[in-house]
C-alpha cells in the first residue's frame, strides 16, 4: 500500500526566506505527483503536478523536483511571504487510468511578516 | 469557468441519521473523486466515477456509497452515521486520466 510521508510537519520561517518542502512516498510506482496547498478550513488549491516521466516543474517562484527512483519530492518556495502562510499536500497517483490520490499528511508553513 | 461547487457547506446530524452531499464537477469533467479528511487520519480517498460508472473504491465501510449522474454531477450517501463520520467531505473533479485534480470547497459534517 502506498504510503505518504510529509516532513517537517510544521515549519515557521520569516517572510523573504526561501524554504524546501519534502515529500517522500514508499511504492515508486507512480504516475504523477501533484503539490497542494489548504488554507484553514478551505477545500485544496493545486499548485503544480508532475508526470512520472518528469523531473521537474515550475510556477513563478514555485519549484517541485520528483525523484522517482528514490521516492522523494520536494516544494522550493522562492522569497516566502505572508500570504504563502497555508498547509501544504503532496499527493501521488499508483494506478494508471485513475484518479485516486494518496496524500500525505502535510506540512503546515507559518510565513512571520 | 466555475469551479467545483459542493453543497450543502455546513451539516449537523445525529448518530443513525443518513446524509446525502453533493458535488458539481467544473463543466466538461467527467472524473469525481471524493476525499474523506479527518485530523486523525488526514486525506483519504472514498471512490471515484468517471461517466456514471464508479471506477474505484477507497477502504469505507459499505454504508459510504455514491453514484454519478449523466452530466456528470456526483453525489454521495453516508447511511447510519457515526460520530467518526464526522469530516470535511471533498470532491475533485478533472478532465482526463493523470491530469491535475480540481478541489471544491467542501462540505464540514457534524455527527452528533
Excluded at chain 1, 489548504?38 to 519549484?63: H, Y
Excluded at chain 1, 522523494?72 to 516566502?80: E, N, Q
Excluded at chain 2, 471533498?90 to 470547497?105: I, N, V
Amino acid at each position: 500500500k502506498q504510503e505518504v510521508t510529509q516532513i517537517p510537519a510544521a515549519l515557521s520561517v520569516p517572510e523573504g526566506e526561501n524554504l524546501v518542502l519534502n515529500c517522500s512516498f514508499t511504492d515508486s510506482a507512480i504516475y504523477n505527483l501533484q503539490w497542494f496547498r489548504q488554507d484553514p478550513g478551505k477545500g485544496l488549491t493545486s499548485l503544480l503536478l508532475i508526470q512520472s516521466s518528469q523531473r521537474e516543474q515550475t510556477s513563478g517562484r514555485l519549484n517541485a523536483s520528483l525523484d522517482k527512483s528514490s521516492g522523494r519530492s520536494t516544494l522550493y518556495i522562492a522569497a516566502s511571504q505572508p500570504g504563502d502562510s497555508a498547509t501544504y499536500l503532496c499527493a501521488v497517483t499508483s494506478q494508471t487510468g485513475a484518479n485516486n490520490l494518496f496524500f500525505g499528511t502535510g506540512t503546515r508553513l507559518t510565513v512571520i511578516p | 469557468k466555475a469551479g467545483v461547487t459542493q453543497t450543502p457547506r455546513y451539516l449537523i446530524k445525529t448518530r443513525g441519521q443518513q446524509v446525502t452531499l453533493s458535488c458539481s464537477p467544473i463543466s466538461g469533467h467527467r472524473s469525481v473523486s471524493w476525499y474523506q479528511q479527518t485530523p486523525g487520519q488526514g486525506l483519504q480517498f472514498l471512490f471515484e466515477y468517471f461517466s456514471e460508472t464508479q471506477r474505484n473504491k477507497g477502504n469505507f465501510p459499505g454504508r459510504f456509497s455514491g453514484r454519478q449522474f449523466s452530466n456528470s454531477r456526483s453525489e454521495m450517501n453516508v447511511s447510519t452515521l457515526e460520530l467518526g463520520d464526522s469530516a470535511l467531505y471533498l470532491c475533485a473533479s478533472s478532465l482526463k486520466d493523470e491530469e491535475t485534480q480540481y478541489f471544491g470547497p467542501g462540505t464540514r459534517l457534524l455527527v452528533l
